[in-house]
């Protein structure tokens, strides 16, 4: 039966139906769902792991235990699995394997724009490449195969235009999970140097072994046209390249890495001009110039930011692209916001008004780096809120700056990476303010588990880590409780943990409302008390509004929108709103 | 058939992927080949969306081009104007007169432009407004606008309508069938 699903779902459907017994992943958009589906299939075996590094490395077990693996994350997601990959690829596998990335390129969701495929180079190991949901689902069977044909870890990789995409997938014949031997094999799995030399020459024959798989496999196919374009390409720049070009000739790169270099010089051989359409990084292209092949455009028209389309590709070589008026100018921004009744928006109200140093994390709480708040001032990866505020408050030592940086950081990301942040500044006795939100799941990629929310990935019920105990555990004597609904107290144990010197957390514990479907009464404007004076509106909520007429507009409240959290109640100076 | 491009614009939480889900399951129940995408992420905040759903014979790209769409439905007036140029020539849109406040305009950084509806007639002579807030509300859900919308622009897809019901009706649950396809009606009855 003919479904249409995303590329995401694909995946995970093809996971089951190729015999998978165990997934593990860490949440990041583009790559949250496919998990997220592996469980409500509910066939398989799978899990969220507190971060990357973890989900690969219980992914490497599962595979020497005899059971198909498949590990989940987005792009920056394997810079913290790449420590364990780099030795996965000298110990390969024993039951298939595969490392599931997905790109952004084009940001988004995401701190960077980074292409994977240099990781498969990086790595030496291959890396599919799918270019819709069908073959999303058809790569993660072949992904099994080459795995064991050629005893290494597959990358198969993404981009949100794959991931999200919905097309129609027609699924094959489900092969039924069976679990290997559990594999004592030291020279294959103990990475001690000796047994490494001899791996790395493996590693190198392996490679070479899988250039020649390439040439000949299908998924590396040609689709001859019109001879005067030839046009190297992957991944959903192929479909852009059908939309630009529906009768061109098109090498179609199934298989990213490593290249089948001589059927790219045949190819290249029997066209006119040779384009290479890549988005991100010009791996393709490096590679077929330093073989000798001549390339006619590639990089040096295609841009190495931002994501490829039919237009840029119809542009770089030359060509016309359909006329469209020029988008509107000067529009209101939409940008995310906190939801109407977060827990977010009181803490960034008072980080706002203290014009604290706040050294930032990933989650909902980086919109606090948008105007009006701006409370915001660094935010690099997952969990470097806690390490950077650190380094921050020893050179303000070092200075003599008496001021000390507050880190906010979410449960999910502290449990991510975190706490060794958090260790460190006890251990070396850092004079910084942290504070944990603690809302019980993680907020921005959908909501999922999480160590501490009380359930697992399927739903059912979980110990949950008490944070509190956790950090005082690490070595934290000042561990204090906040509920950033309430302002002026929030307000008072910032400055308290401001002042006194040495590491001091503060954890807020109000759960996601958009998670939890926290709904409270709302709040109303009284328009004979309310003077316009526009305070209110630093809460940065969606409900509240100015009123359209008379020449100094009052604020009201979007009944249907408000979540009656009283962040912006308690910033009226006028006792002008109260509950409906 | 060539491509039929579509593309749903709104505000996160309104419904959009829902909408898109309908469109692009009734494309496949009518045979055709379909691609449907929308980023979502940071979208869901609150933020602006915008999601595309081609079908044809044979659709490549999930992404639709400005310039290149023949319907435009959005879920809110400023939606509708912010992308406006994805529409071809002489293409159709529908937009919901709801308005909702950006967080900039909430905020006080920036200011709803007054004259939106005017700028999109003026932009566009195939442009319709729809009532899709009371009409979702006389359906039984304000939640329904999603169907509304898709109702008001029924005639005017390759699709025929019994189809999208069929599927409206398929992808709802208990109460929700009557109020989706009460909602259906009424935004094409209003078209």
Same mark, same amino acid.
């Given at each position: ?302 841009? =190495?930011?931002?994501? #490829? %389309?039919? /237009? @840029?590709?119809?542009?770089?070589? +030359?060509?016309?692209?359909?006329? !469209? $008026? ?27 008004? =203290?014009?604290?140093? #706040? %050294?930032? /994390? @990933?989650?909902?709480?980086?919109? +606090?780096?948008?105007?009006?708040? !701006? $409370? ?31 880190? #906010?950081?979410? /449960? ?5 990476? +975190?706490?060794?942040?958090?260790? !460190? ?156 | ?191």
């Amino acid at each position: 039966m003919k479904k249409i699903i995303s590329g995401n779902e694909a995946i995970a459907l093809s996971f089951g139906d190729s015999g998978g017994v165990f997934a593990s992943g860490y949440p990041g958009t583009p790559s949250t769902e496919t998990l997220e589906e592996v469980a409500r299939l509910g066939e398989v075996y799978c899990e969220w792991a507190p971060n990357e590094k973890v989900a690969l490395e219980s992914a490497i077990g599962a595979s020497i235990a005899g059971g198909r693996s498949l590990s989940t994350m987005k792009h920056v997601g394997v810079n913290v699995a790449a420590d364990a990959l780099m030795t996965l690829t000298y110990t390969g596998v024993n039951a298939g394997l595969i490392l599931m990335v997905a790109d952004d390129p084009g940001m988004h969701s995401s701190q960077n724009e980074q292409d994977s495929r240099n990781y498969a180079k990086f790595a030496k190991v291959p890396m599919l490449d799918p270019a819709d949901s069908q073959e999303a689902y058809d790569f993660v069977r072949a992904g099994f195969e080459i795995s064991e044909q050629f005893d290494t870890p597959v990358m198969l990789r993404t981009t949100t235009r794959i991931s999200h995409a919905k097309g129609v997938v027609e699924q094959t014949a489900k092969i039924q999970p069976k679990v290997g031997e559990w594999v004592r094999n030291v020279p294959k799995y103990v990475m001690l140097p000796n047994f490494g030399k001899i791996k790395h020459v493996e590693v190198e024959a392996r490679l070479l072994k899988l250039q020649e798989f390439a040439e000949s496999s299908p998924l590396n196919r040609v689709e001859m046209g019109d001879k005067a374009l030839g046009i190297i390409t992957s991944g959903v720049s192929y479909q852009h390249v059908k939309e630009a070009y529906p009768n061109a000739s098109v090498l179609k790169l199934g298989l990213v890495h490593p290249l089948p270099m001589n059927k790219i010089r045949e190819f290249a051989g029997s066209v006119k001009r040779l384009m290479i359409v890549e988005e991100m990084d010009a791996i393709f292209e490096e590679q077929i110039r330093a073989a000798g092949v001549r390339v006619d455009i590639g990089k040096d028209r295609i841009s =190495l930011c931002g994501e #490829v %389309s039919a /237009d @840029i590709v119809r542009a770089a070589a +030359g060509d016309a692209v359909a006329k !469209s $008026a020029a988008p509107v100018e000067g529009l209101p921004q939409r940008p995310p916001t906190f939801c109407p009744g977060c827990a977010h928006r009181g803490l960034f109200s008072i980080l706002s008004k =203290l014009k604290a140093f #706040v %050294s930032g /994390d @990933i989650g909902c709480y980086t919109l +606090g780096a948008l105007p009006p708040m !701006s $409370a915001m001032h660094s935010t690099i990866c997952m969990g470097a809120s806690i390490s950077a505020a650190h380094g921050m408050a020893k050179v303000n030592e070092i200075a003599g700056r008496t001021e000390k940086p507050v880190a #906010v950081i979410g /449960d999910s990301t502290f449990f991510h990476s +975190g706490i060794t942040g958090l260790l !460190s500044m006890a251990y070396n006795k850092s004079n910084a303010l942290v504070i944990i939100m603690d809302n019980r799941t993680t907020g921005m990629t959908g909501g999922q588990e999480n160590p501490g929310s009380g359930r697992v990935l399927q739903g059912e019920p979980a110990g949950q880590v008490n944070i509190k105990d956790l950090v005082k555990v690490l070595g934290v004597e000042h561990v204090v409780e906040i509920n950033t609904y309430d302002l002026a107290a929030t307000e008072a144990a910032i400055k308290k943990g401001l002042e006194t010197p040495g590491p001091y957390v503060l954890i807020d514990k109000n759960p996601c409302i958009l998670r939890y479907r926290v709904k409270k009464p709302t709040i109303a404007v009284n328009q004979d008390t309310c003077t316009g004076c526009r305070a209110c509106l630093k809460a940065a909520c969606v409900a509240l509004g100015l009123t359209a007429s008379g020449d100094k507009p009052k604020v009201r409240i979007d009944p249907n929108i408000c979540n009656g959290c009283g962040v912006c109640s308690q910033l009226c100076k006028f006792d002008a709103m109260s509950e409906a | 058939m060539n491509v039929f491009n579509i593309v749903i614009a709104g505000v996160g939480g309104q419904g959009v992927l829902m909408a898109s889900k309908v469109l692009a399951e009734s494309a496949l129940k009518s045979g055709m080949d379909v691609k449907q995408n929308e980023v979502h992420g940071m979208a869901q905040r609150g933020g602006s969306v915008i999601s595309f759903v081609r079908i044809g014979d044979k659709v490549s790209s999930p992404v639709v081009m400005p310039g290149t769409a023949d319907i435009l439905i959005s879920f809110e007036p400023l939606e509708a104007l912010r992308y406006l140029h994805y529409l071809k020539p002489g293409g159709k849109v529908v937009y919901s007169r709801v308005t909702i406040n950006p967080s900039t305009v909430a905020s006080g950084l920036a200011l709803y432009p007054a004259d939106v509806e005017a700028q999109i007639k003026a932009k566009c002579s195939n442009s319709h407004a729809i009532e899709a807030l009371s009409i979702a509300h006389e359906a039984g859900n304000a939640k329904a606008v999603n169907m509304v919308m898709v109702g008001s622009v029924m005639k005017s897809l390759p699709l025929e309508s019994g189809v999208i019901e069929g599927v409206v009706a398929e992808l709802s649950q208990g109460k929700g069938v009557d109020v989706n396809l009460k909602a259906l009606r009424g935004g094409a009855a209003a078209a």
